[in-house]
């Protein structure tokens, strides 16, 4: 049996969307901005999914700009913003459990003269607003705060923070590209500056990605040359990809309720099971979390032998982010969330997915505590622990 | 170059970060949406606008106000004299 429990790296295209994408490898092969039917056809395909990308978040078309991913949506954004604010500040905030994208880019406009505040989050993952609100300066111009860790699962509660933002004029960024096309996003409930995306996140395509720019937001571009994206992203549009990226959204604002069904009673079944097994915590919050998610840090033992086992039976799942799987490195993010660092090796995160079976389930759940057992057998730093 | 200021604007294109040339496709996109007699303000941080935006009243017949300068970007003032399409 092979099981696929990693959908925060990344999901499987749905077929409907390889479909939608084909014609534009194709016959239908023009460029956006030609002004010939071929590229007519084109430019009109990618208003369609622009139109179907703005709908999934509930905003204008207009204020979709196409990226190739959510990382560079992440750093458009972080850098865009901050720079065309810089007339009025150079501090920016961005949380401790933030992705690679939106840390490194904190950091290299940290090397460019910027002061960055690294908010700190509590046990859950969660960012106080009173720590947002002590640690604004009169030279804050941005903060960025993601929707949902990818890592614990955490879903931030956004709202009370952006008011604060608000109150002090500061524009407001989140990295939702685990949440979007998961979970009902409003735009404009939420009341951001802007938000970053990822198709293949919600079974689009990898490739494609946006960002959100609230009208009437201005953003330094992160990629020089033409007008493609109304001026603000250059570059021919890859244009089977944004293709499937809308069609993805089209699918995932009709799916979306049952997925979560689905997957939310999945994740509960491996919740309830493996917090029974001595020395097993759940990361991140019990509640406030991914309904696709099940995380947890186990001790004694580590995450890449668990992988590698778990590999072995046909069970795919990661340990900590995709990005960092091969660092061999403490998780920064559980780290920041208190983890003692010899627990946090034992860090194990089961995503779930519209394709996962109750039989998927059920063998994952006979065969992970058998893995559990093996290694804590061989393990040098279970001495003293019942085994 | 004609500098102006306190110009009273009936819209307003803000295209300030937008590459070029979105300020000559936004001024022409605007300029067709306005009434005859009406003041468009474009809001731009491309140097080459200082050519272009006078340059494009003079091709097309309609009246260049003058610009005003802001701290980090410029502002152009263009009077419509000259029918177009509405859209």
């Known amino acids: 049996m092979k099981c696929y429990f990693d959908h925060v790296a990344t999901n499987p295209l749905h077929p409907d969307v390889l479909e939608a994408m084909m014609p534009y490898f194709k016959e239908e092969y023009g460029n956006p901005l030609s002004l010939y039917e071929l590229g007519g056809k084109a430019r009109d395909a990618v208003e369609k999914a622009r139109e179907a990308t703005a709908k999934l978040i509930k905003a204008k078309p207009s204020t979709i700009v196409f990226t190739s991913s959510g990382a560079e949506s992440n750093n458009f954004a972080l850098r865009g913003l901050a720079l065309a604010r810089q007339a009025n500040g150079k501090h920016i905030m961005v949380s401790k459990v933030e992705h690679h994208s939106i840390l490194n880019s904190a950091r290299f406009l940290e090397k460019s003269g910027f002061v960055v505040t690294y908010l700190p989050v509590d046990k859950y993952g969660i960012v106080g607003p009173e720590v947002v609100k002590s640690s604004i300066t009169k030279e804050t111009t941005v903060i960025s705060i993601i929707h949902a860790s990818s890592e614990i699962g955490t879903i931030e509660p956004l709202k009370e923070i952006v008011t604060i933002a608000k109150e002090h004029n500061i524009l407001f960024h989140t990295d939702a590209v685990a949440t979007t096309g998961n979970i009902p996003i409003d735009v404009n409930e939420l009341n951001i500056d802007a938000l970053s995306m990822s198709a293949h996140q919600f079974y689009g395509p990898k490739g494609a990605g946006a960002l959100y720019i609230r009208e009437g937001v201005r953003i330094v571009p992160l990629i020089y040359g033409g007008i493609q994206e109304n001026g603000r992203r250059a570059g021919t549009e890859n244009v089977p990809a944004i293709v499937g990226m809308g069609k993805a959204a089209e699918i995932a604002i009709r799916d979306m309720e049952k997925r979560m069904n689905h997957t939310q009673r999945l994740r509960d079944k491996v919740i309830d099971a493996f917090t029974k097994i001595p020395h097993i915590y759940l990361t991140g919050h019990p509640e406030k979390r991914l309904h696709n998610h099940a995380s947890f840090v186990v001790e004694f033992i580590e995450g890449e032998a668990m992988l590698l086992l778990l590999a072995m039976k046909g069970i795919y799942t990661a340990s900590g982010s995709a990005c960092s799987s091969k660092a061999l490195k403490s998780s920064p993010i559980l780290l920041s969330i208190g983890t003692p660092t010899a627990l946090a090796q034992g860090s194990i995160v089961f995503s779930l997915g519209e394709g996962n079976s109750d039989e998927e389930i059920d063998y994952l759940l006979e065969e992970f505590p058998k893995v559990v057992v093996k290694l804590r057998e061989m393990s040098p730093f279970a001495k003293g622990w019942e085994k | ?87």
Do not use: R
């Not at chain 2, 003041?39 to 606008?49: C, K, P, R, V, W």
């Not at chain 2, 009077?79 to 859209?87: I, L």
């Open chain 2, 1 to 87: 170059m004609k500098f102006v200021s306190n110009v009273k604007a009936d819209v307003t294109a803000d295209v300030v970060y937008m590459m070029c040339p979105m300020h000559l496709l936004k001024l022409d996109e605007m300029i067709k949406k306005i009434d005859k007699g009406q003041i468009l303000e474009i809001l731009t941080d491309y140097d080459g606008a200082l050519e272009d935006i006078p340059g494009w009243c003079e091709k097309t017949g309609n009246q260049f106000i003058g610009l005003d300068e802001d701290e980090d970007y410029y502002k152009f003032y263009v009077k419509k004299t000259v029918n177009s399409q509405k859209q």
